[in-house]
């Protein structure tokens, strides 16, 4: 069966020889370039194109072409290939369209070796673009999958090249080119015709509402664990509650918290040895819960209530960390036995009701009506099998989850959560911050922390921009940017807050103070020492203070010299909060940016940015290591971000104050007293 | 990271062979035959081990005591109703339902109940509903035949009390690569093991598939 792909949705590939067939409605150019597990082109001859089309396992067609078969053999290619782009761009020259706005949108099958299809994608939604990455094979933990990407480039084949990684892009374009305007000759008369346009055109029609399309850049992984998933086109489900229904009444938990530690705080020593600051931590196969407390029989004797720390851990802290990671993968394993149930009882039906229709005479009468009626009845009692299944563990995740929640430190807390209302200043900076919740179409209600390590390791963004996503629709821009400008006041509170008095200083950049509300509880609690900077002037001299820090601390630390630094640098992390990108910003400022987003993180300056890309669409293909390079966060709740285990698309939801609620100003006004009283 | 075993541990392999011997008291099953899953008093199973082992068959002759190695991997194939839906070996070690696990490095449980070169574990309770049954095999992955591995086995732990329910031993080594060993499979509503004994050839277990869909 055909797995008709959506962008970004992927689909796994039965073997590792496949073919790819592409059609278009022009002739166009193909090529192929290869990443390594970091997605990285590590050689620079890791890519084939008209001009050299070979590499081992895969060969492009030394012309353009309205038709192409790619042969791909992904046992053969280089070691330590991790991925495979699937790269189309239009030839340029006065007898070729400028962009892909006037042709069928272009078609692309993938094959086994047999001919039968396995998945297809037609590449729709193109318009001004004249190069796009059609598809990716890409490996995910033994098996190869396929899929869609559809990232187009107005910058044509050069700009595309330039984004995979290749070093003079532009000359190489124009490589390219002259070699395909030398093989034109023999490629004209090559009629673009066959079946497949018909169904091009018949797929375009039902591919685009099915599922929501996912941003272009991917979705990134949680614990950024290499290839993240796109969507499996799960989309849907009923309308997402956002509101906290099992914290209506925070202050007076019914089950008290049986933590063993009581309501722990951050003072608890924080490890030393925690687990690996690497990322992925919670992948560790010993944080599952262990068969200690398996998941009873449904109502069998199930005498183990579930208890707040109950994973490994050398403090209480670390234990409740590991805890919510093994919550969050069994959440996502119990999701995906139930989604793989119910794919699988579907076709089961469609397997069952097309052998029904292949015999003629059996197809109408009461005997097809009775196989009818059974092969639903089977595929219903399977589904309910499935979703008793599913019950049974979200009960227990839900019930953990109860008992987990309040007995969260701050860092890791709701700003519901009573904590954070006997809140004071921490000794020790936690291991991990909360920056939201995620939770699955299947179980909104379960709602699960979603933490990661601090210091960061790479900075945030709060995208401003028009979500992808269905939810948001309602909200318009205006709300939308404001709602970011909120998120991230709230996330830098946090981030404030959960360090110790004096070991987080705080910059803004707030170039034409369009964000001046939602700045106010920061700049009127004095957390933020400065006025936000405004205008160009600003904007560069923070950044080139910063940039400057950064490279002092890195010069000492390499020299091994940090003795030498200037008595009066500020020792503190810091934070700089971006408001409004690109304004105000030349180039200059748009290069140490991105300088302090690479760097930055290793000498303790983390950014936190509210941006819509769109915007800063000028800067062209620059600026996409910046993005990629950053935690995409939206201020409202959009399913972007995937598991590192299964890849299922999670809900993200900002972590916001309740509205009325005064808990935000009242904590950062005990982190300036605390400041004032430690005397700086 | 493939995580890999490589074996060469024929004198304690010998003597944890003898010591397991003398310490369970289990069925020990013949090639088709089949044994349901139940603890000693009866109860359904919920969490049980499948314990791979083999070791290398002693040289004889000149240098016959140069050490040899043999990679074996043991992998798991869930199928529904015949149809491969997640397969569990060193490179995706925890099928995506969470049911079943390889221990990939781990020597589970240490030398007292140790002895599994390879271990695979299954929590019956949480494998997905549509899931009916699951095969085990062991293949070759640097290409040695079974000729030169003595005492293969795979045997059937309960995971809760580490009592070993089944074991089923290779007889005669000979010329392949492979071997599906056992499968596990729905039985009302409870489960069963059966010993398939099958050789077969091929590196990984996409190679098995033709060789084990006949036995399921």
């Known amino acids: ?680 | 990271m493939p995580l890999r075993r490589v074996l060469c541990l024929v004198a304690v392999g010998r003597w944890r062979h003898r010591f397991r011997e003398g310490t369970h008291v289990s069925v020990n099953l013949s090639k088709g035959q089949g044994i349901s899953l139940q603890k000693s008093d009866g109860a359904a199973l919920t969490a049980v081990r499948m314990g791979l082992g083999w070791r290398a068959a002693p040289r004889r002759g000149l240098f016959g005591k140069r050490t040899k190695e043999i990679d074996l991997d043991a992998s798991a194939v869930l199928f529904a109703d015949k149809q491969p839906v997640d397969v569990v070996f060193f490179r995706h070690l925890v099928s995506d339902d969470g049911s079943v696990k390889h221990t990939g490095d781990n020597l589970v449980g240490g030398a007292g109940q140790g002895g599994d070169d390879e271990a695979i574990m299954v929590d019956l309770q949480r494998v997905p509903v549509h899931i009916d049954q699951i095969v085990f095999t062991v293949n070759s992955f640097t290409g040695q035949t079974f000729a030169e591995v003595e005492n293969a086995f795979c045997r059937i732990v309960d995971e809760t009390t580490g009592e070993e329910l089944a074991r089923y031993t290779l007889t005669g080594g000979g010329q392949y690569t492979a071997q599906i060993m056992a499968k596990v499979h729905r039985q009302g509503n409870g489960w069963q093991m059966t010993a398939i004994g099958e050789p077969a050839n091929g590196r990984t277990f996409q190679d098995l598939m033709p060789t084990i869909l006949p036995k399921l």
């Open chain 1, 1 to 680: 069966m055909t797995a008709e792909l959506v962008r970004g949705q992927n689909h796994p590939l039965p073997g590792t020889r496949v073919e790819i067939r592409v059609s278009a409605g022009a002739p166009v150019i193909a090529g192929v370039t290869l990443n390594d597990q970091r997605g990285r082109m590590r050689d620079a001859g890791w890519t084939a194109h008209p001009a050299a089309p070979q590499l081992p396992g895969v060969e492009v067609s030394r012309q353009a072409a309205a038709v192409h078969h790619l042969a791909v053999d992904l046992d053969a290619l280089p070691q330590d290939v991790h991925r495979v782009n699937i790269l189309l761009a239009l030839p340029s020259g006065p007898d070729f369209p400028p962009d892909f706005s006037a042709l069928a949108a272009p078609f692309l099958a993938v094959t086994g070796l047999d001919g039968e299809e396995i998945a297809s994608y037609t590449a729709t939604g193109l318009s001004a673009e004249s190069a796009v990455v059609a598809l990716e094979l890409y490996l995910r933990q033994g098996g190869w999958k396929v899929r869609a990407v559809g990232q187009g480039y107005a910058g044509g084949l050069a700009a595309m090249l330039a984004d995979q990684g290749l070093a003079e892009a532009g000359a190489l374009a124009d490589t390219i080119n002259e070699a395909v305007a030398a093989g034109m000759a023999r490629s004209f008369g090559h009629a673009p015709q066959g079946p497949t346009r018909h169904t091009t055109a018949a797929r375009t029609e039902p591919a685009q509402p099915t599922s929501p399309p996912p941003p272009p850049e991917g979705r990134p992984a949680l614990g950024a664990q290499q290839p993240a998933d796109g969507p499996g086109g799960t989309h849907g489900g009923g309308p997402i509650d956002y509101r906290h229904p099992r914290r209506a009444t925070p202050a007076s938990p019914s089950t008290p918290p049986p933590a063993p530690a009581g309501q722990p705080r951050p003072d608890t020593v924080p490890s030393q040895a925690g687990p690996p600051a690497q990322s992925g931590t919670g992948a560790q196969p010993g944080t599952a819960p262990q068969p200690g407390p398996v998941p009873g029989q449904p109502g069998g004797a199930d005498s183990s209530q579930p208890v707040a720390g109950d994973a490994p851990g050398w403090s209480m802290e670390e234990r409740l960390y590991n805890q919510v990671w093994g919550m969050f993968e069994d959440l996502a394993r119990s999701v995906a036995a139930y989604r793989s149930a119910v794919d699988f009882a579907d076709s089961r039906m469609d397997r069952e009701l097309d052998s029904v229709l292949d015999d003629p005479r059996a197809r109408v009468g009461p005997a097809a009506e009775a196989a009818r009626a059974q092969a639903q009845a089977k595929r219903d009692a399977l589904i309910e099998q499935a979703q008793a299944a599913l019950e049974r563990d979200t009960g227990r995740l839900e019930a953990e989850s109860e008992v987990v929640e309040p007995a969260l430190p701050p860092a890791l807390a709701r700003w519901d959560n009573p904590v954070w209302q006997a809140y004071e200043p921490p000794a020790e900076p936690p291991m991990a911050l909360r920056v939201g919740d995620l939770s699955i179409p299947e179980r909104a209600g379960l709602r699960i922390p979603m933490l990661v390590r601090l210091p960061l390791e790479r900075g945030l963004w709060i995208d401003s921009g028009r979500p992808r996503g269905g939810e948001s629709a309602l909200v318009d821009a205006d709300e939308l940017r404001r709602l970011a400008q909120a998120t991230a006041t709230a996330l830098a509170a946090r981030i404030v807050a959960v360090h110790p008095a004096d070991e987080l200083t705080l910059h803004v950049i707030d170039p034409a103070g369009s964000a001046a509300t939602a700045l106010l509880p920061l700049v009127e609690s004095g957390v933020l020492r400065e006025p936000p900077a405004a205008g160009a002037s600003g904007v560069a001299r923070t950044l080139e203070r910063l940039t400057q820090r950064v490279d002092l601390v890195q010069m000492a630390v390499r020299s091994r010299a940090t003795d030498a630094l200037p008595p009066d640098l500020d020792l503190a992390d810091q934070l700089l909060i971006v408001h409004d990108f690109p304004h105000g910003f030349d180039d200059r400022a748009v290069n140490q940016l991105r300088y302090l987003a690479d760097e930055g993180p290793s000498v303790g300056v983390s950014l936190l940015m509210v941006a819509d890309r769109e915007e800063a669409r000028a800067y062209g293909p620059v600026l996409d290591p910046l993005w990629r390079s950053l935690l995409r966060l939206t201020p409202v709740p959009d399913d972007h971000l995937a598991d590192p285990w299964v890849g299922h698309a999670w809900t993200y939801e900002p972590p916001l104050a309740p509205s009325g609620s005064q808990v935000v100003p009242q904590v950062l006004r005990r982190v300036v007293a605390a400041r004032h009283s430690s005397g700086s």
